[in-house]
Every structure is written in C-alpha cells, then in structure tokens.
C-alpha cells in the first residue's frame, strides 16, 4: 500500500516545498496566515500541519482565520496529529505528503512541525532519495521569539537552538522592546549559531512586543523565499549521497489517554487524525511526550462555557507552554491561542465541536529546564479533577 502511495506522489515533479519551523509558541502560525495571505489567486496550495498533540486544532486556526475573500478551495489543509513527524517513524509524513500531492494537485506545499520538533530529523527525511524528484525543497524558514530568546532558559536549550541552526532564513518578531545592545548580542547568538542564515527583523504594523503581523515588505521578502533553493537541504542531500541512508524505525510513544466516567476517550489511532471525528462527546485524552504534558479535550457544540471563568480556569493551570482552542462560550465562539508572553483570542464562525488543548511542562527533581520559572508538574495531575472543573463552566 505505502509502495502504491508513493508511487502516485512521483508523478508530480518539483513541487516547491518549503518547511516553517520555530519553537512552540513563536508565532508560526501568524507567518504561514500571511504567506498564505498572500497566495497569488490562480495557484493551489497545500499545508501539512504537525501536531504534537491528538485533538487537531491548528488546521481550524489557520482555515478561520483566512480572509473570506480567499478561495479556500485553493488551499488544501491537512494534519498529522499525536506526535512529532520527526522524531517517529517516517510513515505518517510519507503517506500525508502522498496523499496531500495526488489528492489536491498543489502547486505549492508548505509544512509546519510541531514546535517540540528538532528540524533536523524531518530535513533528513526531506532529503531521501524517493522525494528529491517530487518535492523541490525551498528556503527553511524559521520564526524565532525575541521575547524568548531573551530568557537564559530557551536561549540554552538544545530544542530551541535546533531550529536556528536549520534554518536558512530567521524570522525574528516580539523584539521592539529589546535595547539596541540586545539586538546586536540576539544577532551574535544567531551568528555563532548558523553563519549563513538571511535574518529578516519583522518590521510589525505596531509597534507592540506581542503584534506578529508582518509588514508588507517582510511579506515580499518572505515570498521571495518560496522561491530560493535551500542550502541547508541542499547539503543535507549532498550527505545522504555519500552516505547511504540507514533504515531506522522510531518509537512511538503509548496513548496513554484516559477518561473519568463522564467522558469517553480513543482506544485506538490512526495516523493523519488520532482522534475520530465520530468519537463520543464529550472526550478528553492525556499524555507525556518528551518533557511535557499534553491534554486536549473535544465538546459538543452545544457546550456553552462562560468565557471569562474558562480563560482564568486556562491561565491557573500549572507551568502552561501553550493553550490553544476554538471554543462555544458566553461570548460566542471564541480561537484562543496562548504563548506566556501572548494571550489572544479572537471571534470565529461557528465550529462542529469544540476543541481545547494544553501543553504543560511536566519533570521531577531531576528535571534539566523549567520553561516558565514555576515548579514543573509531575504526570500525576489529576485530569478527572480538570475535567470537573472544565464541566463546572458549562452554563
């Protein structure tokens, strides 16, 4: 079957493809919004989402917040949900671009790896033999937090620096309130890094450290990206050349989701959606993957949670990295999108169910990094206490 799927993907000849990468919560998702902004109007595009966790939210971020003007026909939207592409096996990515080039006939393919994700591993898989036909391979782009980077505990950390060191242009927002020395020790840092990388400092339309909308030059810039070969695959290919790739097979990690009484969860997965769109509502399920904990519920439409007493439920939950949902509340329907230096939310038309997820730092004593300065969470939380809680703010 997979032989067959890859098959039918090679008749497609040098689709540009390009990888948009950053760590969790630097604000991919408002760079790919505005690429695909602005799409030109006779082209057919297509995105593979990662996420990291089961419930499959981005695609609803990224699709409600088009423009209405946009055909979304032309755009193609599908997820890999319930890990990281790059750290399991390479099936799910194969037989999602597979699908993704013979399904929709895109013109242009862009893929966004879960944030958790070291680029590096999907760059090598990128750069095998069987798509190097198929997939013309652009410039990697990078979203990188200036907010973040100015803490020690990301600027230090392995999986934040990975994507600096992989990329080929670095998108750089959330900066204005760093001195004009802590710009030039941002730029050294990435120098020292990766030498060859095209920084882009995105001139925000306001002058605020939470605005990630780009400017229209940056928007011009980034699009002549989608065009530039990446050296960066370029050399990752010239490598598999003189050494033969191995055949390895990740790990998957378990679905260790649970449900109290009052809830249903998956007994079993599939690789492009974890979680059937035909469950039983409501679901929550939870899990640990590398250092954090994942959670994500999915409710009825009909759930209606008071708005303000959801987000102050969200904001207690302990050493949060990022909220994200669309959700039936008090104030409608409600895409949140919460990174510890932003909290947005914004009104979206009404979904088939709402869907909430959360990414936590989990550790023990001998935990190497705590993300947002508060004592990491063990995997022993209690989730059929969260879920009574979140029930509790259905009015």
Request: charged fraction near 20%.
């Amino acid at each position: 079957m997979m032989n067959a799927a890859l098959k039918k993907s090679t008749v497609f000849q040098n689709i540009p493809c390009t990888l948009v990468t950053g760590f969790l919560g630097a604000g991919k998702t408002t760079v790919i919004n505005q690429l695909l902004a602005s799409k030109p109007v006779d082209e057919r595009w297509a995105l593979l989402i990662n996420e990291f966790g089961r419930i499959g939210i981005d695609g609803s971020l990224l699709a409600s917040s088009q423009d209405e003007a946009i055909d979304k026909n032309s755009i193609a939207i599908r997820e890999v949900s319930g890990g990281c592409i790059c750290c399991t096996s390479q099936l799910p990515l194969q037989i999602a671009i597979s699908r993704l080039l013979s399904d929709h006939h895109p013109q242009r393919l862009i893929i966004e790896p879960t944030g958790l994700a070291h680029p590096r591993e999907l760059i090598h898989q990128l750069s095998a033999p069987h798509w190097q036909t198929a997939l013309q391979m652009q410039a990697v782009i990078t979203v990188l937090s200036g907010v973040q980077w100015q803490q020690d505990k990301y600027r230090t950390h392995d999986g934040f620096q990975a994507h600096v060191k992989d990329a080929d242009v670095l998108v750089i927002n959330r900066y204005t309130h760093l001195s004009d020395s802590d710009k030039q020790a941002l730029q050294a840092w990435v120098t020292k890094l990766n030498t060859q990388v095209h920084i882009i400092w995105a001139s925000t339309v306001q002058a605020a450290p939470n605005n990630d909308n780009l400017s229209t030059t940056d928007i011009i810039t980034l699009n002549n990206q989608l065009a530039t070969p990446s050296h960066i695959i370029a050399q990752q290919r010239t490598i598999n050349i003189n050494y033969p790739e191995k055949l390895s097979a990740g790990l998957r990690p378990p679905n260790t989701a649970l449900s109290p009484t009052s809830l249903s969860s998956a007994t079993q997965a599939n690789d492009d959606n974890p979680v059937s769109p035909d469950i039983e509502l409501p679901y929550r399920y939870h899990e640990k993957q590398q250092d954090m904990l994942l959670a994500g519920w999915r409710l009825p439409a009909h759930y209606v949670l008071h708005a303000d007493e959801l987000q102050e439920w969200l904001l207690k939950l302990p050493s949060w990295q990022r909220i994200k949902g669309v959700v039936h509340t008090s104030d409608g329907w409600l895409q949140i999108n919460f990174t510890p230096d932003s909290l947005t939310t914004s009104t979206v038309a009404s979904q088939l169910d709402s869907r909430l997820e959360v990414i936590l730092q989990a550790g023990d004593e001998s935990d190497q990094m705590d993300l947002d300065n508060a004592s990491p969470v063990t995997s022993a939380i209690d989730w059929e206490v969260r879920d009574r809680e979140l029930m509790a703010l259905v009015i």
